[in-house]
């Protein structure tokens, strides 16, 4: 096989090498659009999730502890009390009530600051991700920009089949060749990424489908606790303040 001929197998074995690695990359990029918007999913429920087990839970049944310490120290303070050893156990009970009360309340203020603490990391992470989508853009155009240059070198015959010679045209192909195999493997590498993050955001997935359910019903006791703290305080009003 003379060279010419040589030269035109490998062509058309880089074009068929082509062909495939269109196949693999766009394949690729299809699961990729798939994971993001599965994880964009997700992240909106992780928010609404956040939202109501915070903004909605968290502040519900911190009131529900208020009312019923209040609801305690109303009991005490009215309590009918002869004597100093009656007297120093209805004051000893609305300090034990307010240390238990300012217990509870240290402790959710340390969880708080924990969890304002991972917040922080988060929006950390999301300010990262934003900057890589950024310079991932910025590549983007310098890339646009430089083919743009190309078209035009094209246009204006600068790239010409006129100017050809066989030894560019033929390290042109095995330079073909090179990053052919080179883009195969690393899509390959790519398709096993992608697996595996799409076997973590299943798993995300259900957890976060898990925590809505467990904040939902969680709702439910502290509305049950409400009704409850409701009832002590009509108790009280017709016990204590009778």
């Known amino acids: 096989m003379d060279k010419k001929d040589d030269l035109k197998s490998k062509i058309k074995k880089n074009r068929k090498a082509i062909f495939e690695l269109d196949g693999k990359i766009e394949g690729n990029r299809s699961k990729i659009e798939e994971l993001r918007s599965a994880a964009e999913r997700d992240n909106a429920s992780i928010a609404r999730n956040y939202t109501a087990a915070f903004y909605g839970n968290h502040h519900l049944t911190n009131r529900n502890s208020e009312e019923i310490f209040k609801n305690r120290i ?18 000893t009970m609305i300090n034990l009530a307010n240390v238990e009360f300012f217990t509870h309340r240290a402790e959710v203020n340390q969880e708080v600051i924990d969890i304002n603490e991972k917040l922080t990391v988060v929006n950390q992470l999301l300010i990262e991700i934003n900057q890589a989508i950024m310079a991932r853009n910025e590549k983007s155009v310098k890339f646009n920009r430089r083919n743009l240059d190309t078209n035009k070198r094209f ?15 033929t390290k042109r192909s095995k330079d073909n060749e090179e990053r052919c195999e080179k883009l195969s493997k690393a899509a390959d590498r790519n398709k096993s990424k992608i697996e595996k993050l799409r076997k973590l955001g299943q798993a995300n997935a259900a957890n976060v489908l898990k925590n809505s359910i467990e904040i939902s019903r969680r709702r439910s006791q502290i509305t049950e606790n409400q009704e409850e703290v409701l009832k002590d305080q009509k108790d009280i009003a017709s016990t204590v303040f009778n």
């Open 74 to 91: 109303a009991i005490l303070n009215n309590m009918d009390v002869e004597g100093e050893v009656e007297v120093n156990f209805r004051e």
């Open 155 to 169: 246009l204006n015959g600068e790239f010409h089949p006129s100017k050809a010679t066989v030894s560019a045209n």
